[in-house]
């Protein structure tokens, strides 16, 4: 597997994750931007925040472009 697609495997399986927690209890923009220490979705945004960002950096390198 290469590099892309073990990041949009990763990025798959927290949204995966995500909802089922969304379904099971709901989210708050509080949960969601600032989940307390220890929350189930403690750095969840930023993780795929940073998956996304390499993931459109091989993109942009593919292509040539810049992003």
Request: hydrophobic letters at 30%.
């Amino acid at each position: 597997m290469n590099e892309k697609q073990e990041l949009i495997a990763k990025m798959l399986e927290l949204q995966k994750k995500f909802a089922e927690y969304e379904h099971e209890f709901g989210v708050s923009a509080t949960e969601y931007f600032a989940p307390p220490p220890g929350h189930p979705l403690e750095n969840y945004s930023d993780e795929f925040n940073r998956l996304a960002d390499r993931l459109r950096e091989l993109a942009h390198e593919e292509q040539g472009s810049r992003g």
